[in-house]
């Protein structure tokens, strides 16, 4: 399974697709040819967020890893890194829309002002998550979390986060809050399905009308 953040490095340039982190989902948008006479064209790479980021995104932190066994004759290890790294640096300038940040249990703050997907489950440390355009937030397993500001998000996972308090999701159709034990207001009026068991009994929910709420 290819990972956040993937790339497709050839000769003389690199790519990466803006809705997905497969690598033929990359070759495919390019219309790239994987093979040749001379065996392989390409190289597919993964750069990922490592437990040793602190303030997201710390590109440097990142772990670097090639995902293929037959490389390209012109391959120079050092070289495709190299290349890989800038590759992460600009696509960091134009803005993630995908923030994949699982178990990158040291981190304190994330902001993904472009995201329009999050999943930062298992951030034991993580206390602020900004993502203003995300449709999809995964915080679930988020002990630390205090604020959640994601007003565009359909989904909103945040099973386990016992510091949060309050829960904002005005576009939420689905909300799951299980085991927020000092959650004490949810507000998602569009919501069809809240989950809410193991929260506090006085918990105020908010949810469209004629809405399953379990609890």
Known sequence: MCEFASFIITKDREF??????????????NNLHEDGPRGPNIIQVE???TN????WPSLKAWAYKVDQDLLPEWHIPAVTEKRARAALDR??????????ARGCTNLSELSAPKATTVDASGCTNLSELSAPEVGYVHASGCTNLSELSAPKATTVYARGCTNLSELSAPEATKV???????????????????YARGCNPKLTIKAKKGAQIIR
């Open 176 to 194: 799951i809050a299980s085991g927020c034990t000092n959650l004490s207001e949810l507000s998602a009026p569009k919501a069809t399905t809240v």
């Open 91 to 100: 696509r960091a300038k134009i803005g993630f829309t995908t923030v994949d």
């Open 47 to 49: 750069i990922s967020p």
């Open 16 to 29: 990466w697709s803006e809705t997905d982190n497969s690598h033929t989902t990359i070759i495919r948008e």
């Open 52 to 55: 040793k980021i602190k303030v």
